[in-house]
Nanobody, 121 residues
Framework: QVQLVESGGGLVQPGGSLRLSCAASGRIFSISSMGWYRQAPGKERELVATITNGFNTNYADSMKGRFTISRDNGKNTVYLQMNSLKPEDTAVYYC???????????????WGQGTLVTVSS
């Protein structure tokens, strides 16, 4: 089984920055895409950004230019650098990955437990 553990959330003032990390552990043969999603209070979970194992990235329009996703394949870790944060960025941020545990096994979707980001003065 593959587990994802996020870290780096917290309280930040508007205009500030935070860097989230998500490390995958467990029985890992291969991880294809990794990404970040977020869910604000009373809202649906939404895409923030994704990155493939070939480092192709995809961003939600509202995050382009402010957020940067990256990954370290050797460490099975994905990062989200968030700059120019706004109060509306307040949400629980979830890490997501598609991982295979064995050669020939299917890639299964895995979610982390989430980390809270609060943007407030």
């Amino acid at each position: 089984q593959v587990q994802l553990v996020e870290s780096g959330g917290g309280l930040v003032q508007p205009g500030g920055s935070l860097r989230l990390s998500c490390a995958a552990s467990g029985r890992i043969f291969s991880i294809s895409s990794m990404g970040w999603y977020r869910q604000a209070p009373g809202k649906e979970r939404e895409l923030v950004a994704t990155i493939t194992n070939g480092f192709n990235t995809n961003y939600a329009d509202s995050m382009k230019g402010r957020f940067t996703i990256s990954r370290d394949n050797g460490k099975n870790t994905v990062y989200l650098q968030m700059n120019s944060l706004k109060p509306e960025d307040t949400a629980v941020y979830y890490c997501n990955a598609h991982a295979a545990s064995y050669l020939g096994s299917r890639f299964l979707e895995v979610w982390g437990q989430g980390t809270l980001v609060t943007v407030s003065s």
